[in-house]
């Protein structure tokens, strides 16, 4: 069985997992008051092209995710999300755990834009209902897709119009940054959200994301949030060495290179059998919609996640590739599926 269900089935890379043996018994400062730490996070700073954010290292992206927003929201405040939103359908309410409201929109394509959230901001207009105060979105979102400059530009001044903060989600933000569609970087980004991460966990770090904070007044007492949600990790070094090494020699775009090429290797075999997809992704996420026969033939071989039923005979499957995707596996995927029985 070959795993095309997620990006994180794979260990580390080699040169992340070199580092870390070769540091192992060192002795170092804990809660990421050590060298590495430091000197990675400078290193992002360089890449993101700021001095001036506050750049905080987590192990996992809901940990991410709930620490941040329950720390930037006042008690009677809520996040916006688009209904396939990682916050709303797959955190297991942690930020509704942490007393704040998540509000859902329908969207088609995972994106949020400024006339999906204008009805929820004339719908909550006194203080009988949650005030709506944070805008959640993710790039790449949760169905592969990505925001290009434009639509994050037309959001982030709709925000700042509205006095919202806008988060994003960077769990696979790799994949999202190289792809052939897209036409930002990460000093974009840094001037057009309050708040965002960079996913190490599901772009060939062991695990990790790095929090940067670029709004001057979410900054203020952050590690007591941090410590107080269980966050900061004694040995702080293991990700501060993870992300050192991701970004001094540009492995983290290397990887999620290579996991774009192999998700585009995969998307080609797919349509060229004559089969559609649920959205278009230019990520390392795609979506093709196949006959259940041929499914249930393919998992005989392959591991893959059921993403929604089409009708009676159809379904949506997701397939995602990584850093460590095997072409011959993506060739022999394909080949499979020309000899399904339809």
């Given at each position: 069985?070959?795993?095309?269900?997620?990006?994180?089935?794979?260990?580390?890379?080699?040169?992340?997992?070199?580092?870390?043996?070769?540091?192992?018994?060192?002795?170092?400062?804990?809660?990421?008051?050590?060298?590495?730490?430091?000197?990675?996070?400078?290193?992002?700073?360089?890449?993101?092209?700021?001095?001036?954010?506050?750049?905080?290292?987590?192990?996992?992206?809901?940990?991410t995710n709930l620490t941040a927003l329950s720390a930037?929201?006042?008690?009677?405040?809520?996040?916006?999300?688009?209904?396939?939103?990682?916050?709303?359908?797959?955190?297991?309410?942690?930020?509704?755990?942490?007393?704040?409201?998540?509000?859902?929109?329908?969207?088609?394509?995972?994106?949020?834009?400024?006339?999906?959230?204008?009805?929820?901001?004339?719908?909550?207009?006194?203080?009988?209902?949650?005030?709506?105060?944070?805008?959640?979105?993710?790039?790449?979102?949760?169905?592969?897709?990505?925001?290009?400059?434009?639509?994050?530009?037309?959001?982030?001044?709709?925000?700042?119009?509205?006095?919202?903060?806008?988060?994003?989600?960077?769990?696979?933000?790799?994949?999202?940054?190289?792809?052939?569609?897209?036409?930002?970087?990460?000093?974009?980004?840094?001037?057009?959200?309050?708040?965002?991460?960079?996913?190490?966990?599901?772009?060939?770090?062991?695990?990790?994301?790095?929090?940067?904070?670029?709004?001057?007044?979410?900054?203020?007492?952050?590690?007591?949030?941090?410590?107080?949600?269980?966050?900061?990790?004694?040995?702080?070094?293991?990700?501060?060495?993870?992300?050192?090494?991701?970004?001094?020699?540009?492995?983290?775009?290397?990887?999620?290179?290579?996991?774009?090429?192999?998700?585009?290797?995969?998307?080609?075999?797919?349509?060229?059998?004559?089969?559609?997809?649920?959205?278009?992704?230019?990520?390392?996420?795609?979506?093709?919609?196949?006959?259940?026969?041929?499914?249930?033939?393919?998992?005989?071989?392959?591991?893959?996640?059921?993403?929604?039923?089409?009708?009676?005979?159809?379904?949506?499957?997701?397939?995602?590739?990584?850093?460590?995707?095997?072409?011959?596996?993506?060739?022999?995927?394909?080949?499979?599926?020309?000899?399904?029985?339809?």
């Amino acid at each position: 069985m070959y795993s095309f269900k997620n990006d994180y089935s794979e260990g580390v890379h080699p040169e992340i997992l070199k580092a870390l043996t070769e540091s192992n018994l060192e002795q170092s400062e804990g809660y990421g008051e050590d060298s590495y730490t430091k000197k990675a996070i400078e290193l992002l700073k360089e890449k993101i092209k700021r001095s001036d954010v506050d750049i905080h290292l987590f192990v996992g992206g809901t940990q991410t995710n709930l620490t941040a927003l329950s720390a930037f929201l006042r008690p009677h405040e809520a996040a916006i999300a688009a209904n396939t939103g990682h916050i709303l359908v797959h955190e297991t309410g942690a930020i509704e755990a942490t007393g704040h409201k998540v509000i859902s929109i329908d969207v088609s394509d995972g994106k949020l834009r400024p006339e999906d959230i204008k009805p929820a901001l004339e719908t909550h207009t006194d203080e009988h209902m949650v005030k709506p105060k944070l805008v959640y979105i993710s790039n790449s979102t949760e169905i592969g897709t990505i925001y290009s400059k434009s639509e994050l530009e037309n959001l982030s001044k709709f925000c700042k119009e509205n006095k919202l903060y806008l988060y994003l989600d960077g769990a696979r933000l790799g994949s999202a940054l190289c792809s052939e569609e897209n036409d930002m970087d990460l000093s974009d980004l840094a001037n057009l959200v309050d708040a965002f991460y960079i996913g190490g966990t599901k772009n060939g770090a062991l695990m990790g994301e790095a929090l940067v904070i670029c709004k001057d007044s979410l900054k203020e007492d952050f590690r007591f949030h941090i410590k107080q949600k269980g966050g900061l990790l004694a040995k702080g070094r293991l990700l501060g060495i993870q992300f050192f090494q991701l970004f001094k020699n540009d492995l983290f775009f290397d990887m999620a290179k290579h996991a774009n090429a192999m998700a585009n290797l995969l998307k080609k075999g797919i349509s060229e059998e004559g089969y559609k997809f649920l959205t278009h992704s230019p990520s390392n996420q795609i979506f093709p919609i196949l006959p259940e026969k041929v499914i249930k033939e393919l998992q005989d071989k392959y591991l893959f996640t059921i993403w929604e039923k089409v009708d009676e005979n159809n379904s949506v499957i997701r397939l995602v590739t990584s850093w460590a995707t095997k072409e011959d596996k993506v060739l022999a995927f394909i080949e499979d599926l020309k000899n399904a029985a339809v």
